[in-house]
């Protein structure tokens, strides 16, 4: 038995553990352990606690629900607790929960209701009179955030429900990131060069937790109602099924996988069904919730802790595994980068066989300390793309271990010893100064050839139906397009001649392909492919530049004075436009007849026409370049210097020299805060 010192000092140090990964997970949405590795820490304190029920503190992790609310938003106080659920990792949890309930309960017959647990946010949703007023996130479970602007936004939350309704209720439910919306989401933030977010959770929480609810409107974010947190004025039915029936009447989103159990043989065979399934699911689920349906139970059985004794979630396996990483090679991607990645002895990981990982980059590898022959820890989230966490330790002792690992070692040398591209062999290999990224900055090399093709073509882009990854490889290897410009002169007929293409599917390409010669300026300079310029730096500059021969001729300084462009992204765009190869390919572009200038002009009649801003300072809620294109599509711009002519200064935290110029000359000076009343009084799209 070990002193209650030493095991006080353990207790005390699983608490700090906890609260670091709590903050690392809550609040900066940004967590280094999985969901499982989480648990097994709160597992082992609480089972500790229990031993020792004399070193329970108050303000242990156990004793509280999730993180503090962030005070910039304002505070809502929950009318009654938002609570956390009580954990079962196995059919034998699940039976102790039973028979407990059981014992409470006696000879009264009950029945349950199955549902997903879904991996998002827990928000509450007030409506008064018909209306939806206040929506907020659980925070510390008593008070929570009021993000009630940026849940307006959410599209299936209805903004007001039919008159039968009650006066004043609320329902609670979980906002969530669909894996779709997540894997463009982070498309997107890489393209950019953001941070990705490590899963859909992550995203959904720094989605809704945005100070700028327009962000938030960008998100596809979807909501499932879970439960009827409290009532007035009216009688609710007895059972939580036929209450999630009635909600559903009433307008809100219920998820049609809920079903009504009368037997734990039915709930485990629920359970294994959708552990089976879950990778099917459009959306992220970590187990299952099983509720007692009879809500005069509920009241009855009540809480322990922060945990109702009245339903329990049933976790998923954690989808983690080991494997032996056989070598780290490297393919080419669309900008050129030389990506590493992980060729791993096949596993099993979560029902999906596991022979591949990324491996982001030669620093990142370096920090986890992977090397080749390890025997390295697999997660996977979902369908996201499988990750390695690390080695385990034992195999970083092993004797004989391979050196620490290396790019430039990685690559194929040619005869006089240099250095190679793995895919045009070409001695083109460069790393920009303070980039963590290896690229082949040969334009001619045939990996990116492909991809840009297919970039070009993508939803985001150009959105040419009916050429994806498979048909822009195979019109590539076939010599039929070799880049972009190509594609527009392709012909009905040369397509037809292609394996198992008809006549009708080669139709339909050649209208896609004519139809996409329409798409707005900002499109083709995204679908371009130049390296940092993403969706949204491709609005900004089309913003800017009216014509695509413009912008060509922009020289470094011309577009850093644009603020949202940094030397990094003016140096690329320069870079690109000053390359024959690609210049070629927009004079056939225009020969085509695809649109290189923006020929709408902005109305004059927009609420920022013809205002001038300077932005300074550290914003909270937004990007440079998220506040320009919002400026621009309300008629206004953005210029980078304080002149007579600037109508408005934009300051956030630590505001440079521009605001005492503004000052100076006299010129409005507005605050963050005031600025995103001022940008958002016009419209938040679907609210
Ligand atoms: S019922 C008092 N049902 O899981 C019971 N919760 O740790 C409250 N969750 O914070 C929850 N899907 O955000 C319930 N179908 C579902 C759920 C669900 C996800 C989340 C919820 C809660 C957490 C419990």
Same mark, same amino acid.
């Given at each position: 038995?070990?002193?209650?010192?030493?095991?006080?000092?353990?207790?005390?140090?699983?608490?700090?553990?906890?609260?670091?990964?709590?903050?690392?997970?809550?609040?900066?949405?940004?967590?280094?352990?999985?969901?499982?590795?989480?648990?097994?820490?709160?597992?082992?304190?609480?089972?500790?606690?229990?031993?020792?029920?004399?070193?329970?503190?108050?303000?242990?992790?156990?004793?509280?629900?999730?993180?503090?609310?962030?005070?910039?938003?304002?505070?809502?106080?929950?009318?009654?607790?938002?609570?956390?659920?009580?954990?079962?990792?196995?059919?034998?949890?699940?039976?102790?929960?039973?028979?407990?309930?059981?014992?409470?309960?006696?000879?009264?017959?009950?029945?349950?209701?199955?549902?997903?647990?879904?991996?998002?946010?827990?928000?509450?949703?007030?409506?008064?009179?018909?209306?939806?007023?206040?929506?907020?996130?659980?925070?510390?479970?008593?008070?929570?955030?009021?993000?009630?602007?940026?849940?307006?936004?959410?599209?299936?939350?209805?903004?007001?429900?039919?008159?039968?309704?009650?006066?004043?209720?609320?329902?609670?439910?979980?906002?969530?990131?669909?894996?779709?919306?997540?894997?463009?989401?982070?498309?997107?933030?890489?393209?950019?060069?953001?941070?990705?977010?490590?899963?859909?959770?992550?995203?959904?929480?720094?989605?809704?937790?945005?100070?700028?609810?327009?962000?938030?409107?960008?998100?596809?974010?979807?909501?499932?109602?879970?439960?009827?947190?409290?009532?007035?004025?009216?009688?609710?039915?007895?059972?939580?099924?036929?209450?999630?029936?009635?909600?559903?009447?009433?307008?809100?989103?219920?998820?049609?996988?809920?079903?009504?159990?009368?037997?734990?043989?039915?709930?485990?065979?629920?359970?294994?069904?959708?552990?089976?399934?879950?990778?099917?699911?459009?959306?992220?689920?970590?187990?299952?919730?099983?509720?007692?349906?009879?809500?005069?139970?509920?009241?009855?059985?009540?809480?322990?802790?922060?945990?109702?004794?009245?339903?329990?979630?049933?976790?998923?396996?954690?989808?983690?595994?080991?494997?032996?990483?056989?070598?780290?090679?490297?393919?080419?991607?669309?900008?050129?980068?030389?990506?590493?990645?992980?060729?791993?002895?096949?596993?099993?990981?979560?029902?999906?066989?596991?022979?591949?990982?990324?491996?982001?980059?030669?620093?990142?590898?370096?920090?986890?300390?992977?090397?080749?022959?390890?025997?390295?820890?697999?997660?996977?989230?979902?369908?996201?793309?499988?990750? *390695? %966490?690390?080695?385990?330790?034992? &195999? @970083?002792? !092993? +004797?004989?271990?391979?050196?620490?690992?290396? #790019?430039?070692?990685?690559?194929?040398?040619?005869?006089?010893?240099?250095?190679?591209?793995?895919?045009?062999?070409?001695?083109?290999?460069?790393?920009?100064?303070?980039?963590?990224?290896?690229?082949?900055?040969?334009?001619?090399?045939?990996?990116?050839?492909?991809?840009?093709?297919?970039?070009?073509?993508?939803?985001?882009?150009?959105?040419?139906?009916?050429?994806?990854?498979?048909?822009?490889?195979?019109?590539?290897?076939?010599?039929?397009?070799?880049?972009?410009?190509?594609?527009?002169?392709?012909?009905?007929?040369?397509?037809?001649?292609?394996?198992?293409?008809?006549?009708?599917?080669?139709?339909? *390409? %050649?209208?896609?392909?004519?139809? &996409? @010669?329409? !798409? +707005?300026?900002?499109?083709?300079?995204?679908? #371009?492919?130049?390296?940092?310029?993403?969706?949204?730096?491709?609005?900004?500059?089309?913003?800017?530049?009216?014509?695509?021969?413009?912008?060509?001729?922009?020289?470094?300084?011309?577009?850093?004075?644009?603020?949202?462009?940094?030397?990094?992204?003016?140096?690329?765009?320069?870079?690109?436009?000053?390359?024959?190869?690609?210049?070629?390919?927009?004079?056939?572009?225009?020969?085509?007849?695809?649109?290189?200038?923006?020929?709408?002009?902005?109305?004059?009649?927009?609420?920022?026409?013809?205002?001038?801003?300077?932005?300074?300072?550290?914003?909270?809620?937004?990007?440079?370049?998220?506040?320009?294109?919002? %400026?621009?599509?309300?008629?206004? &711009?953005?210029?980078?210097?304080?002149?007579?002519?600037?109508?408005?200064?934009?300051?956030?935290?630590?505001?440079?020299?521009?605001?005492?110029?503004?000052?100076?000359?006299?010129?409005?000076?507005?605050?963050?805060?005031?600025?995103?009343?001022?940008?958002?009084?016009?419209?938040?799209?679907?609210?």
């Amino acid at each position: 038995m070990p002193e209650v010192n030493e095991i006080k000092a353990h207790i005390e140090k699983l608490r700090a553990e906890i609260n670091r990964h709590n903050r690392l997970y809550h609040v900066l949405d940004s967590p280094e352990i999985s969901d499982a590795e989480y648990d097994a820490l709160m597992r082992e304190l609480k089972q500790l606690e229990e031993q020792n029920p004399q070193l329970v503190t108050p303000d242990s992790p156990t004793q509280r629900v999730g993180a503090a609310p962030v005070e910039a938003f304002g505070v809502v106080e929950h009318t009654r607790p938002l609570l956390s659920l009580g954990n079962a990792f196995s059919d034998d949890d699940l039976l102790a929960w039973y028979t407990r309930t059981i014992k409470l309960v006696g000879e009264r017959p009950f029945d349950f209701v199955c549902e997903h647990k879904i991996d998002g946010l827990a928000i509450a949703l007030t409506y008064i009179d018909g209306q939806f007023t206040t929506g907020a996130t659980r925070g510390d479970g008593l008070r929570g955030e009021n993000i009630t602007q940026n849940l307006r936004t959410v599209r299936s939350i209805p903004l007001s429900v039919p008159k039968d309704a009650p006066r004043r209720f609320e329902v609670r439910g979980e906002v969530y990131l669909p894996k779709t919306g997540f894997h463009k989401l982070n498309r997107e933030r890489e393209d950019e060069g953001l941070p990705l977010f490590a899963n859909p959770r992550n995203a959904a929480a720094g989605s809704v937790r945005q100070l700028d609810p327009r962000i938030t409107a960008k998100r596809p974010l979807d909501i499932y109602i879970y439960m009827l947190g409290w009532v007035e004025g009216k009688a609710t039915p007895p059972t939580h099924w036929e209450t999630m029936e009635w909600l559903k009447s009433l307008g809100f989103r219920i998820n049609p996988n809920n079903r009504q159990m009368k037997t734990i043989e039915q709930i485990k065979e629920y359970y294994r069904t959708w552990v089976e399934q879950r990778a099917g699911l459009p959306y992220e689920a970590d187990g299952i919730v099983v509720k007692i349906n009879q809500i005069n139970l509920h009241e009855e059985l009540g809480d322990i802790g922060h945990e109702p004794r009245w339903a329990i979630a049933y976790k998923f396996p954690a989808m983690q595994g080991t494997t032996i990483l056989k070598s780290i090679e490297i393919s080419v991607g669309r900008t050129g980068t030389l990506n590493p990645f992980a060729a791993l002895e096949p596993v099993k990981v979560g029902g999906v066989t596991i022979k591949s990982a990324a491996l982001h980059n030669e620093d990142d590898i370096r920090r986890k300390d992977i090397r080749e022959g390890d025997t390295v820890i697999l997660q996977r989230a979902g369908d996201v793309i499988p990750e *390695i %966490i690390g080695p385990t330790p034992s &195999s @970083k002792e !092993r +004797p004989g271990r391979s050196a620490e690992f290396s #790019l430039l070692d990685k690559l194929p040398k040619n005869e006089q010893g240099e250095v190679v591209c793995p895919a045009c062999r070409q001695t083109s290999i460069i790393k920009p100064e303070g980039e963590v990224m290896y690229y082949c900055a040969n334009a001619a090399c045939p990996a990116q050839a492909q991809l840009r093709i297919e970039h070009f073509a993508s939803r985001g882009a150009m959105d040419i139906r009916g050429i994806g990854e498979s048909m822009s490889a195979t019109l590539y290897q076939k010599g039929l397009v070799k880049n972009a410009a190509d594609l527009y002169y392709l012909t009905q007929e040369k397509l037809a001649e292609m394996e198992r293409m008809g006549e009708k599917s080669a139709a339909n *390409i %050649i209208n896609a392909i004519n139809t &996409s @010669k329409d !798409r +707005p300026l900002a499109r083709v300079i995204y679908g #371009l492919g130049i390296r940092h310029v993403g969706e949204e730096i491709g609005q900004v500059l089309a913003a800017n530049f009216p014509s695509i021969d413009n912008l060509a001729k922009a020289s470094r300084d011309d577009l850093m004075k644009i603020s949202a462009i940094g030397p990094k992204i003016a140096d690329s765009i320069v870079g690109f436009f000053g390359q024959t190869e690609n210049l070629e390919i927009i004079q056939r572009l225009k020969d085509a007849g695809a649109k290189l200038e923006e020929t709408a002009t902005a109305p004059k009649d927009l609420p920022l026409s013809g205002k001038e801003f300077v932005l300074t300072g550290k914003m909270e809620s937004f990007s440079r370049p998220e506040a320009e294109a919002r %400026i621009k599509e309300l008629g206004g &711009s953005a210029k980078d210097n304080v002149t007579h002519k600037t109508d408005y200064v934009v300051y956030g935290a630590d505001p440079g020299s521009k605001l005492t110029r503004a000052r100076e000359l006299g010129i409005k000076t507005i605050e963050e805060k005031e600025f995103l009343k001022l940008i958002n009084q016009n419209k938040i799209p679907g609210g």
